[in-house]
């Protein structure tokens, strides 16, 4: 005979239904029940019902019922975070969950209802209504997929939604992406800024920048040991990092830290030729005047790019240092990075293959690279219109 619900359970006053169901055993081999409420007999035993039921077709319905922001906090913090990531790629999720997930619409979906629908009309909405780049749709699917690939192998809930979803594609006269558009120096500007620099930090980290093309990052993290002979070698980034002081990153403060480089390509060596030594030269006569002025008070390290007391150079102070440089120069403003660029461009125009620049600069592969070739269409493109009313 079937055991008759109880009404025993009272909540605010309130009698309800009680049945239970075992759903396991624990450590020592002891059933494990669990108790379902109801305000009839009926009701009860349909929440019990549906909870068996989940469970046979593999999903857990404790977690499978949580928002998607509280579910996927929990994982980030609990799971991801110890998952062998670097710091820097912990931080970038972080980001991601913090600004895409946690206090928008579809964090307060429900794990188990979302469907694919759901996850493509967001990313819609990133797309063409908040003009989100493609780049960055791209970085929040590819959490999402980490995070719904561990529920459904968690048995969270029993199909991942992403499987198969397509991102957007926005109309070819829509595109706006910054990453193609290159901003470099002319000649004219690059003898500008040399000259307005003079014997200062910021001279040396400049022409170091032009003539090995080497990023912010990786040149502010150099070290003297870097250097062998005519060889420097491209092997740490300096970046600002985001340490987190608690288990749920309600607090955190930044460092300055050394990391390892962008990607495995970024690790490289390169060749110092004739000019880049003789500001080398410069570079270690203004870093032992600013030693002997600061005296004992300079602390003793290993860094190429010393600040004037002896730390590394962080990038805020590097940025300003350029801003006014320029407009000491009367150059137009474009961004430390233009100077890579310049580094890039200005091996093309001189025809050095495409795959030795690329190497050089320390992509992925040679299709990064490739954005730099609009300079020979456009060097082509000039030598034609030379040809203007020549002819006829």
Excluded: C
């Excluded at 075992?22 to 007999?41: A, C, H, Q, T």
């Excluded at 991942?160 to 120096?185: C, S, V």
């Excluded at 300003?320 to 961004?335: D, H, I, M, N």
């Amino acid at each position: 005979m079937a055991r008759k619900p109880k009404t025993n359970a009272s909540v605010g006053g309130i009698d309800y239904f009680r049945v239970r169901a075992r759903i396991g055993e624990d450590n020592e081999g002891n059933p494990v029940y669990k108790n379902f409420y109801g305000s009839s007999k009926s009701d009860a035993e349909k929440k019990k019902r549906e909870y068996l039921d989940s469970l046979a077709q593999g999903v857990n319905p404790e977690l499978g019922k949580q928002s998607l922001s509280k579910a996927m906090h929990v994982w980030l913090w609990q799971v991801e975070r110890y998952n062998g990531n670097k710091s820097s790629t912990f931080e970038r999720y972080e980001g991601i969950f913090r600004n895409y997930i946690q206090n928008a619409i579809i964090g307060y979906l429900i794990v188990s209802d979302i469907k694919k629908i759901n996850i493509q009309q967001y990313y819609n909405e990133l797309l063409f209504n908040q003009s989100k780049t493609i780049s960055q749709i791209k970085i929040l699917h590819k959490l999402l997929n980490k995070f719904f690939s561990y529920a459904e192998s968690e048995s969270y809930i029993i199909k991942n939604p992403l499987r198969g979803l397509k991102l957007p594609k926005p109309n070819e006269d829509e595109i706006d992406d910054d990453d193609k558009i290159i901003e470099t120096f002319t000649q004219d500007e690059i003898k500008k800024i040399i000259y307005t620099a003079g014997h200062t930090k910021i001279r040396y980290l400049t022409t170091f920048a032009l003539f090995t093309g080497a990023r912010q990052g990786e040149i502010l993290g150099l070290e003297k040991s870097d250097i062998t002979n005519d060889t420097i070698k491209i092997n740490k980034t300096l970046r600002k990092v985001k340490i987190f002081d608690d288990m749920i990153g309600n607090k955190y403060h930044y460092e300055l830290k050394v990391t390892k480089p962008k990607t495995k390509n970024s690790t490289r060596e390169l060749t110092i030729n004739d000019a880049l030594s003789k500001e080398l030269k410069g570079l270690n006569k203004l870093v032992a005047e600013e030693k002997l002025k600061l005296g004992q008070q300079y602390p003793e390290n290993n860094l190429l790019f010393p600040s004037s007391v002896g730390k590394y150079i962080t990038a805020k102070t590097l940025i300003t240092s350029w801003q006014r440089l320029l407009e000491r120069a009367g150059v137009e403003y474009r961004k430390f990075h233009a100077l890579r660029h310049t580094f890039a461009t200005t091996l093309i125009m001189e025809n050095v293959d495409i795959l030795t620049v690329s190497r050089l600069l320390g992509h992925r592969s040679i299709e990064t690279t490739e954005i730099y070739t609009h300079v020979l269409k456009e060097k082509k493109n000039d030598a034609l219109s030379v040809l203007n009313n020549k002819f006829i």
